[in-house]
């Protein structure tokens, strides 16, 4: 059984470009959740959705940050104009449509910028 | 003050000794509580996995939570060179909230 994949699992882009970070979660899983990890702390909710809605993007920086789920294939988070300051790892994690599991994350994506 | 708040570390000990790690947690609201172990470069990996108060067991891994004080734990028995990671506890349900994380070296 496949768990969590991330892709890339690195990625560099220049000040002012983009950054999309794709997440598949375990095979039956339906709630996708993005957490942010910066040097020396813990990781941080950004946002939770389920297929085709945003369900808590409480976590969420409120400019250049987006996140989706569609219908089909992965979730992908979406940074515009990166800034030296989103440099992190960025994880995702997939739970079941049950109430009451836990979640399971990827390995994550590493994001530089330069 | 910090929703749950973590030792950093880092906590050194000879192979075999007991380790325990705690957290604290200031909402009294969480109901689900969890440790993840993760090693450098890679994703927390999901170790225990508690709902409301009480004592879970599996294997050499032992969780607690104390919801009267707000404490949880984690005890490693027969500790292993292999255990040498970040052990992050983690409280909430879908949006969770996350200690920094208490480094482990185990020593052979």
């Known amino acids: 059984n496949a768990g969590v994949m991330q892709n890339p699992r690195h990625l560099v882009r220049r000040r002012g470009q983009e950054a999309r970070l794709r997440c598949s979660p375990v095979?039956?899983?339906?709630?996708v959740y993005w957490y942010r990890q910066l040097p020396e702390e813990g990781l941080k909710f950004m946002v939770y959705?389920?297929?085709?809605?945003?369900?808590?993007e409480s976590g969420m920086p409120k400019e250049r940050f987006s996140a989706e789920f569609p219908k089909e294939g992965p979730s992908i988070l979406r940074i515009q104009q990166v800034v030296r300051g989103d440099s992190a790892a960025y994880f995702c994690?997939?739970?079941?449509?049950?109430?009451?599991?836990?979640?399971?994350f990827g390995d994550g994506t590493r994001l530089s910028i330069l | 003050q910090k929703e749950v708040e973590q030792d950093p570390g880092p906590l050194s000990v000879p192979e075999g000794a007991i380790v325990s790690l705690n957290c604290t947690y200031s909402?009294?609201?969480?109901?689900?509580f969890m440790w993840y172990r993760q090693y450098s470069r890679k994703g927390p990996e999901l170790l225990m996995y508690?709902?409301?108060?009480g004592n879970k067991e599996d294997g050499r891994f032992t969780a607690q939570v104390d919801k009267s004080s707000k404490y949880i734990s984690l005890f490693i028995r027969d500790s292993q060179p292999s255990d040498s990671a970040t052990y992050l506890c983690?409280?909430?349900?879908?949006?969770?909230?996350f200690g920094t994380g208490t480094r482990l070296l185990v020593s052979p």
């Open positions: 095979k039956g899983h339906s709630h």
């Open positions: 994690a997939s739970s079941p449509p049950t109430g009451g599991q836990p979640q399971h």
């Open positions: 959705l389920q297929k085709e809605n945003i369900i808590d």
């Open positions: 909402n009294s609201a969480f109901q689900y």
């Open positions: 508690t709902y409301s108060s």
């Open positions: 983690a409280a909430g349900f879908q949006k969770l909230v």
